[in-house]
C-alpha cells in the first residue's frame, strides 16, 4: 500500500448507464471519467477518457448485458491507462446510492447491513436500487480490501420538517409503508446550494437558495441556511417538476382511472409516468436541445411541451418562495439548468414583483463557471451553477474513509 493513497473512483450507476469518474482528492483533479449508456441493449456504447495521461477520448459500440458486465469494461478501461482497480493509490470507491430512505443521513460505509438495507428499499425505487446494488457488489469483488462508500441521494433532504415530509393521508398506513416524501439528486442539491453561498460571497448559514436541478430527472429544493426544508420529489423520484419521460405532479385518481376504465394494470400504468410522460410524452423527445429546435422550425407540439416544463416549473419556484419568506438566489443546474437559456428566461419572466429577473445578455453566456444571470437591480440573485455529483461523492467518501 501507498503510505497516503489519495484517490476516488465515483460509480453513478443509473438505471440504464453507468457514470464514472476517477479523482486524486490531493488536488482534486479528474484522472479519468467516463460513460457507459444503453446497457443491456443491443448495442451499448463506452466513452472513456483519460485525463492522467492526456489521451484522447474512446469510444466504441459493443453489447453490454448487465450493469456487472458494464463496470468489467470500466475497469477494462482504466487498466489500459495504468489506472487500474488494483492500483495501491486507491483509497475508496464512492457509490451514489439514490435511495437511502430516512435511515442514512450521512455517507456511508458499506457492510452487509448496509447492503441490506439499500435492498430494503427496492420497492421505493425499483430503477435505481438495484443497479446501485449491483455497481457495489462488482466493485466489491473487484477490490475486496478497498473500502466502498455510500453516498445517498436522499440524505441531503433529511433534514425537511414533518410538514413537508409527509403526505396527508392516514399516518398508520403511511408509517407501515414507509410512505413518505424522501426526496432525490441531494448530493447535487447540497453543493449548488453551497457553490451558490459561494458565488455570493457568503456563508451558506446565512443564505436562502432555490435550487432548481433540471436534468434529465429534475427536482427543485428549498434550502434555508444551509439546510434543506422543502423539495419536489417525493416517495420516488417520480414527482414533481416534468421531466424527460416522468410525467411529475399529476392528481392521484388519473392511475385508478387508467386502471378501471383504460384496462392498464399497474406496471403498465407505471411504465407510462415514469418512461412514456414528461417531454417526451408530450412531444416524442426528451432532448431539449432537440425540442428548441423544433420550436424554431415552428413546431406546435415541442412548443406546448415547453410551455407546460416552465409552467411546472414556475409554479415550483412561486411556492418555494412563499416557503422560504425570504430569498437570496435560484440557482439553474444540471444538463437544462446549465445550458437551456429559454429555459431560464421563460421560468423567471414575469416574476419582477417576487424582485426576479433574467439580464438578456448575461444569460446568453456560455461558461462552466459558476454565474449570475440577474440584472444588478434585481433583488434576488438568480444564478447557473454547474452541478458535480461525482466531486461531492468523492469528496465525502475521502473525508469519510481518512480521518
Ligand atoms: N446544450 C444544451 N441545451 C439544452 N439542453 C441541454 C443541453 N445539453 C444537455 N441538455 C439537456 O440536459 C439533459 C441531460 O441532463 P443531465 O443533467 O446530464 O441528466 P442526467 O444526469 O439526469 O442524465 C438532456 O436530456 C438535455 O435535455
Ligand atoms: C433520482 C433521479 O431522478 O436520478 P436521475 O436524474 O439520475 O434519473
Ligand atoms: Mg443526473
Known amino acids: 500500500m ?48 483519460p485525463l492522467a495521461t492526456g489521451g484522447a477520448k474512446r469510444e466504441r459500440e459493443e453489447p453490454i448485458a448487465d450493469h456487472e458486465a458494464a463496470l468489467k469494461a470500466v475497469a477494462r478501461e482504466l487498466a489500459a491507462d495504468g489506472l487500474g482497480l488494483d492500483s495501491p493509490e486507491l483509497a475508496a470507491i464512492g457509490h451514489r446510492v439514490v435511495h437511502g430512505g430516512k435511515k442514512f443521513t450521512e455517507p456511508t460505509v458499506i457492510t452487509e447491513e448496509v447492503v441490506a438495507e439499500i435492498e430494503r428499499l427496492i420497492p421505493v425505487a425499483p430503477l435505481h436500487n438495484p443497479a446501485n446494488i449491483t455497481g457495489i457488489r462488482t466493485a466489491q469483488a473487484l477490490r475486496p480490501d478497498l473500502p466502498q462508500v455510500a453516498v445517498f441521494d436522499t440524505a441531503f433532504h433529511t433534514t425537511m420538517p414533518e410538514s413537508a415530509a409527509r403526505y ?100 403498465e400504468i407505471d411504465s407510462l409516468l415514469n418512461k412514456k ?6 412531444c416524442g423527445d426528451n432532448d431539449m436541445r432537440e425540442i428548441r429546435r423544433r420550436i424554431d422550425a415552428g413546431d406546435e ?29 435560484v440557482a439553474f443546474t444540471a444538463g437544462v439548468g446549465e445550458n437551456a437559456a429559454p429555459v431560464r428566461e421563460a421560468a423567471v419572466a414575469g416574476l419582477e414583483e417576487l424582485g426576479l429577473a433574467v439580464d438578456a445578455d448575461l444569460n446568453a453566456v456560455r461558461a462552466d463557471e459558476p454565474r449570475l444571470i440577474s440584472p444588478e437591480y434585481a433583488r434576488v440573485a438568480v444564478a447557473v451553477v454547474p452541478t458535480d455529483e461525482e466531486l461531492e461523492i468523492a469528496t465525502q467518501s475521502y473525508a469519510l474513509v481518512s480521518a
Do not use: W
Open 168 to 267: 396527508a393521508i392516514d399516518v398508520e398506513t403511511a408509517d407501515a409503508h414507509r410512505i413518505r416524501r424522501y426526496g432525490f439528486h441531494g448530493t447535487s442539491h447540497a453543493y449548488v446550494s453551497r457553490e451558490t453561498a459561494r458565488l455570493l460571497g457568503k456563508d451558506p448559514s446565512e443564505v436562502n437558495v432555490i435550487v432548481l436541478h433540471l436534468g434529465n430527472g429534475a427536482s427543485a429544493s428549498a434550502v434555508r441556511g444551509g439546510r434543506c426544508v422543502d423539495t419536489s420529489m417525493g416517495l420516488t423520484p417520480l414527482e414533481g417538476l416534468v421531466m424527460g419521460t416522468r410525467s411529475g405532479d399529476l392528481d392521484p385518481a388519473v392511475i385508478f382511472h387508467l386502471a378501471r376504465n383504460a384496462g392498464m394494470s399497474v406496471d
Open 301 to 329: 407540439k415541442a412548443a406546448l411541451a415547453f410551455e407546460i416544463y416552465v409552467h411546472r416549473l414556475k409554479k415550483y419556484i412561486g411556492a418555494y418562495y412563499a416557503v422560504l419568506g425570504k430569498v437570496d438566489a
Open 2 to 49: 501507498t503510505a497516503n493513497p489519495t484517490r476516488v473512483l465515483v460509480l453513478n450507476s443509473g438505471s440504464s448507464s453507468v457514470k464514472y469518474q476517477l479523482l486524486d482528492m490531493a488536488d482534486r483533479s479528474r484522472l479519468a471519467v467516463g460513460l457507459v449508456e444503453r446497457i443491456g441493449e443491443e448495442t451499448s456504447r463506452l466513452a472513456h477518457t
Open 277 to 282: 410522460s414528461g417531454l417526451i410524452g408530450l
